[in-house]
């Protein structure tokens, strides 16, 4: 592709997104168009890209958006609902979203689209996250369009509102960090900068609709990630494990006063569901160096500008 191809990016002040258009300024696209219905998000995107195109709208509603996808040379759809208390939500934002992007994408005759779907389409999880996303993965693949649906793990990197963003932050703030029972639950944890760059690498290469599981290449137990959040981040609280139950009635007691909560009773059951996600070669396949765990995580809560920044739930 060339360096000025218009590339249109739905769902772009997110943590994919944010992380997204920084790797792609850093490889040298110039025409980029943000667009996401998020008031505060996009403000992080206008004060960090002040020279990129960005769009707030709801996508999951008809409006002016649908005219910036004239002249699109692909589409990077990113847009999705990870966290809520009802399924509402989720609807609207993976499923009706994607449903108005696709006709967008056939009317204009957008040649490419990279769809970023989620491990949990092949997870033993049947929350709202989980079942929303399956059904938007389908929709893509059943839409007609070339497309390369790429399904990530657990994410973690800069401008992370929720998983280890969110935890790190929590640790900072409380007496004691508590862990529900053993924390022997084993995660495959994918680096954001490494996922851009893949996502990226698919846009270049287009593979013909092809799907991709991109799974974090270390193996880590959950209280090992908080573990070394604690050590990266020189933080002193301690790591207390408590009984399952009670870890779980007191998430479902924050839910009952939050609208919106970090960590919810469902997430909370997908964390010990005990899943293995299949590990590919995708560092050969895309051409992406896959950068180690705890170095990872140190650049994630330790970089002077994009470590600072947190977005919104």
Not at 124 to 138: I, L, N
Request: aromatic content about 12%; glycine content about 4%; charged content about 25%.
């Amino acid at each position: 592709m060339d360096k000025t191809s218009k590339i249109l990016i739905p769902g772009a002040a997110g943590l994919v997104g944010q992380n997204l258009i920084v790797a792609l300024k850093t490889r040298g696209y110039t025409n980029l168009v943000a667009i996401d219905k998020h008031h505060e998000n996009i403000k992080v995107l206008r004060e960090l890209h002040p020279e990129i195109t960005i769009i707030e709208a709801d996508l999951a509603e008809d409006g002016e958006w649908k005219k910036a996808f004239e002249g699109a040379d692909v589409v990077l759809m990113l847009q999705a609902q990870i966290g809520a208390p009802t399924i509402e939500p989720f609807i609207r934002n993976n499923i009706t979203s994607t449903q108005n992007i696709l006709e967008v994408i056939k009317h204009y005759k957008i040649p490419y689209t990279v769809h970023i779907s989620s491990s949990v389409v092949n997870s033993k999880a049947t929350d709202f996250y989980t079942t929303t996303k399956k059904e938007q993965e389908k929709l893509v693949v059943e839409s007609g369009i070339e497309h390369c649906v790429l399904r990530p793990t657990l994410m973690f990197g800069w401008f992370d509102r929720k998983h280890l963003g969110w935890l790190s932050r929590f640790m900072e703030r409380v007496p004691v960090f508590p862990i529900p029972g053993h924390g022997r639950y084993m995660r495959q944890p994918l680096y954001e900068k490494d996922f851009c760059n893949i996502i990226i690498s698919a846009m270049e290469k287009q593979p013909k609709n092809q799907a991709f599981n991109i799974t974090g290449r270390d193996e880590v137990d959950y209280i090992d990630i908080i573990r070394t959040i604690k050590r990266v981040k020189h933080i002193k609280t301690p790591i207390v494990k408590i009984p399952y139950k009670l870890f779980y009635f007191l998430m479902w007691g924050y839910a009952l006063f939050s609208s919106n909560p970090p960590f919810t009773t469902q997430q909370l059951e997908a964390l010990v569901a005990d899943d293995h996600f299949e590990l590919i070669p995708w560092w050969d396949i895309f051409g992406v160096k896959s950068t180690p765990f705890e170095q990872a995580m140190v650049e994630t809560f330790n970089d002077p500008v994009y470590s600072q920044y947190v977005l919104e739930f």
